[in-house]
């Protein structure tokens, strides 16, 4: 059995059912983030990760969640 790795807010990933899109992690269970607009962005229950686009032209889009076994790779 593989371990899951851990990603940090900050880390670059790719989630396995969209592999063509990067995404940055903005929010752990452990590490909250608050928006540009001041608000908390924490983790909803059942999911491991908070992310949006890795494009800086994309950071206005809504946030995606994830669990960490649907993250394919660290950039």
Request: hydrophobic letters at 45%; glycine letters at 4%; charged letters at 30%.
């Given at each position: 059995m593989t371990a899951i790795k851990?990603?940090?807010?900050?880390?670059?990933?790719?989630?396995?059912?969209?592999?063509?899109?990067?995404?940055?992690?903005?929010?752990?269970?452990s590490q909250a983030h608050t928006s540009p607009e001041g608000d908390a962005v924490s983790v909803p229950p059942g999911y491991d990760y908070v992310l949006r686009p890795f494009d800086p032209a994309a950071h206005s889009a809504p946030y995606a969640y994830a669990k960490a076994d649907e993250i394919d790779v660290a950039m």
């Open positions: 851990k990603f940090t807010v900050g880390d670059s990933v790719v989630l396995k059912q969209q592999e063509d899109a990067v995404f940055e992690v903005v929010a752990t269970k």
